[in-house]
């Protein structure tokens, strides 16, 4: 009997791919395919999952004509710690992401209206809050109660900044403090929580919104799951920490798919804010 020799297939001849063509649903696992994903806001087609998204993509999707007036767009973090590699990350960081560190704030308007608007960006080390970030969370703050305009702050973080210590965080008083001078002179602030919110942020101002939205989904609290388990040696229930369960507990006030969101927060500053 004759073989025919088999012929070993280089990597020219195999079929080639682009990078990043589809991508993986983190809560259902469906695979799909990205230009799809992004015609629909990125957001899950089977089962709603909503993926992370920039902070300049929010601007676009909620801001008026995505007019946006950035304050302090240059405050860089320092090094207090000389923490090992820290300078690095920062440089590598505000390279990939074209910004100075994981929060942005400044003057706009949606559906006509006035208002501070402030958002995290996950992509910048995972949203961690360091000075920088709470310091400009608190201008933020600040400004709207200067300007007497309504704040929305959109978070997305894995919590206070490590590499800064206790510097990360006393932004958890500062920023709750900023807020309650807000709050005194009864002007509004809705706090948007987005995948995922979680430990020093959403133990300070993510959770103190006057109204508080969140995405589908989202991760939500101040450790995770995970670790909870761990801790407590039991398993929690179903969906624990996530968008829906924490409506159903009244730690959120609506759960809003970011197709609605703007119009949500139109309808939502027409009714609270009277403005001029």
């Not at 200067?146 to 590499?163: F, N, T, W, Y």
């Not at 730690?251 to 609270?272: A, F, G, P, W």
């Amino acid at each position: 009997m004759w073989f025919k020799k088999k012929i070993e297939a280089t990597p020219a001849d195999k079929l080639q791919l682009p990078d990043g063509l589809w991508a993986k649903c983190e809560a259902c696992g469906e695979i799909l395919y990205r230009k799809e994903l992004e015609k629909n806001l990125w957001i899950c087609l089977k089962c709603q999952f909503h993926f992370r998204i920039s902070s300049r993509d929010y601007i676009n999707l909620l801001l008026d004509d995505a007019r946006f007036e950035e304050l302090d767009a240059n405050i860089e973090a320092q090094d207090p710690l000389e923490f090992p590699n820290y300078k690095k990350k920062l440089r590598d960081a505000q390279q990939k992401m074209q910004m100075k560190d994981a929060v942005v704030y400044g003057l706009t308007s949606i559906g006509g209206i006035p208002l501070v608007f402030t958002a995290m960006d996950f992509g910048f080390m995972g949203g961690s809050m360091g000075s920088v970030v709470g310091e400009k969370v608190a201008r933020a703050i600040r400004l709207a109660c200067d300007k007497e305009l309504p704040l929305i702050i959109l978070s997305a973080s894995g919590g206070a900044r490590m590499q800064e210590g206790i510097l990360s965080l006393m932004q958890l008083a500062k920023t709750s403090a900023e807020l309650a001078l807000l709050h005194n002179k009864k002007i509004p602030y809705i706090s948007i929580l987005t995948h995922p919110t979680t430990a020093g942020v959403m133990a300070s101002y993510a959770s103190l919104g006057d109204i508080i939205i969140a995405e589908p989904g989202a991760l939500l609290g101040f450790t995770g799951p995970r670790v909870i388990e761990q801790t407590i040696g039991g398993k929690l229930p179903p969906g624990f920490q996530r968008s829906e369960f924490m409506l159903d507990h009244g730690q959120v006030d609506i759960v809003v798919s970011r197709k609605e969101l703007r119009n949500t927060l139109i309808r939502i500053l027409k009714l609270i804010w009277k403005h001029g």
